[in-house]
């Protein structure tokens, strides 16, 4: 299978030319990463081509790469990964494109693959990444009055606000955190037998 992706790593290499940054092939899948500004026009090329007929978008998802390589990574902050499938030849793509800026945009793809819709709005609320050209970009996992975008790096571990319902007013409102920030505490480790590297015959309980 491996030797089936590398051969379509270069067809892909040969078709597309320097509108691809690079095509690997890793644990028998390939990944493909573009540049954003081409996803229309290589997305629309690998479904329509019979050579390649990625007929389905299977799944979308954001990626924030802010604190990859501990804090290394010198590349755009956020990408979206796309990943096609196709029936009629029986393989599969990982496509990958950068994103940066605040907010980070790039052209939805849900005229190329209507499966797109829903994915695309849950990148949108979980990383703030923008598609342009969504029919109803809107948050989709959050509350609407959710402030922030939960899978985000830098985003706190307790959130921003939470809510609950004020019999008052008949409704939910939303109010400061309440609760402490978690501080994980070191593993405690019990000095006795249990834990002795190489404890002489004689220390060990006798069985009965």
Not at 82 to 103: A, Q
Not at 117 to 132: K, Q
Not at 134 to 162: A, N, S
């Amino acid at each position: 299978m491996s030797q089936y992706y590398t051969r379509l790593a270069e067809r892909i290499r040969e078709r597309y030319g320097d509108r691809i940054s690079n095509a690997v092939v890793s644990n028998g899948e390939l990944t493909v990463t573009i540049d954003k500004g081409c996803i229309q026009s290589i997305g629309e090329s690998f479904r329509d081509d019979a050579e390649f007929a990625f007929e389905q978008l299977i799944d979308l998802c954001g990626v924030d790469y802010s604190d990859y390589g501990n804090g290394a990574w010198e590349g755009p902050r956020f990408a979206v990964v796309y990943h096609l499938l196709s029936i009629t030849n029986n393989h599969r793509l990982r496509l990958k494109i950068f994103v940066d800026g605040e907010p980070p945009v790039v052209d939805s793809v849900t005229n190329l693959w209507a499966s797109a819709n829903w994915f695309e709005r849950e990148a949108f609320d979980l990383f703030g990444i923008l598609f342009d050209g969504h029919p109803d970009l809107r948050r989709i996992l959050t509350d609407y009055g959710f402030i922030g975008h939960p899978f985000r790096k830098d985003f706190p571990l307790i959130g921003q606000v939470e809510m609950r319902y004020d019999p008052e007013q008949a409704r939910v409102v939303y109010q400061p955190v309440s609760i402490d920030a978690r501080v994980n505490q070191p593993r405690v480790i019990r000095d006795d037998h249990r834990y002795i590297a190489n404890q002489p015959a004689k220390d060990m309980p006798k069985e009965k």
